[in-house]
């Protein structure tokens, strides 16, 4: 059954310090999501993606973080510097159809980041 | 304005029933979709409503009330691997938006 990767798993970052994390969709899906997810709550969508156009960034802060998806396929998240309220999973998502099925994404495992 | 409430915890017991409700207000509304995602893993997909009624899918089934601004998830049956957190989640056209989520918990 095709999955959604994400890598890496878990990373623990230094304040002021840059991290990435990759996610590969579902072959095939056009929309590609990221989301942050903290403790105890519900995720959250920082950016999505159709093809490799920024749909929607609006919750992205974009004064540390930035999100490319260069060839429509693969995608990466960077945060730069990270800071300690960056602490959280980071989980991407994908849906086959622009509109139709935005409703059902599938995600990947989630990259757990600490910062200290 | 949009807001999304659920209740934060549920326990019940193996082979029980449990209903966890989900009152919204959004702009723009499309439909319901619900999630369930286990302790450290990824939220999983369920269901999705979009029209007023019920909608089952095996052990589940999910409920929608446009008029009401109201849905739920009910879980028969319940088994000891339905212990997660269940999010329901508004679709209004562009995405969807996820609340806090009700965290059930089975016990035997």
């Known amino acids: 059954e095709a999955e959604v990767a994400q890598s890496p798993r878990y990373k623990i970052t230094e304040k002021s310090q840059a991290v990435a994390f990759w996610c590969d969709p579902i072959?095939?899906?056009?929309?590609l999501y990221w989301y942050r997810q903290i403790l105890g709550q519900g995720p959250e969508l920082l950016v999505q993606?159709?093809?490799?156009?920024?749909?929607?960034d609006s919750q992205l802060p974009k004064d540390r973080f930035s999100a490319e998806r260069l060839k429509g396929v693969d995608s990466t998240l960077k945060i730069q510097p990270a800071e300690l309220g960056d602490s959280a999973m980071y989980l991407c998502?994908?849906?086959?159809?622009?509109?139709?099925?935005?409703?059902?994404?599938?995600f990947g495992p989630g990259t757990r980041l600490t910062v200290t | 304005g949009q807001s999304l409430e659920q209740p934060s915890e549920v326990t019940a017991v193996e082979g029980a029933i449990v209903q966890i409700n989900c009152t919204y207000q959004?702009?723009?509304?499309?439909?319901l979709s619900w999630y369930q995602q286990h302790d450290g893993g990824a939220p999983t997909f369920l269901s999705y409503n979009a029209l007023d009624g019920l909608e089952e899918t095996g052990r589940f089934s999910s409920f929608l009330s446009r008029s009401d601004s109201y849905g739920y998830l009910l879980l028969q049956e319940l088994q000891m691997k339905d212990s997660a957190s269940y999010f329901c989640a508004p679709y209004g056209g562009d995405k969807l938006i996820f609340g806090t989520g009700t965290r059930l918990q089975v016990f035997p």
């Open positions: 072959s095939g899906h056009a929309t």
């Open positions: 998502a994908s849906s086959l159809r622009p509109s139709g099925t935005i409703y059902e994404q599938y």
């Open positions: 993606f159709q093809d490799e156009s920024v749909v929607d």
């Open positions: 959004t702009s723009g509304f499309y439909g």
